[in-house]
């Protein structure tokens, strides 16, 4: 089966059936409206079916505008939580080496199921439940 991808505002939704992977990659526009981006992530976790708890979340945020402003890292906190009670694991595709260092400083991972990487191999095999 081929995995479904779905254009929102804000993200391309992917839904990989055979990897057991959901990506959600961010779009390269800019978040001009906080409450509809959170809006947007809250309609993506509502339509999550139960099979989607034995999966894992990618997000790739590569292509999108950077921010790093405490609005915004409260919501990265948030999604990344609402997603970890959604499904499995979690995935962060990061650009750089820099990227991966600040991004470490908002994860308070212990249990092993949040990972930040730049490989997407990685990524999809850490995600799926394979590595």
Known sequence: ???ARVELRY????????????????LP??????DAFVAEVQS????????????????????????SDPDFEK???WIR???????????????????LLQGKRLIDDADGRVLLTRDEAEAVRFAGGAG
Request: hydrophobic share 40%; aromatic share 4%; proline share 6%.
């Open 81 to 99: 939580r609402a997603f970890l009670e959604k499904t499995s694991r979690f995935v962060i595709l990061m650009q750089s080496s820099v990227g």
């Open 29 to 34: 526009n800019a978040i001009d409206d906080m």
């Open 1 to 3: 089966m081929s995995p």
């Open 44 to 67: 993506i976790l509502d339509s999550l079916e139960p099979v989607h708890r034995t999966w894992g979340t990618i997000v790739d945020p590569r292509r999108a505008i950077g921010r």
């Open 11 to 26: 993200h391309v939704r992917i839904d990989d059936p055979e990897n057991r992977v959901l990506i959600l990659e961010r």
């Open 75 to 77: 919501v990265a906190r």
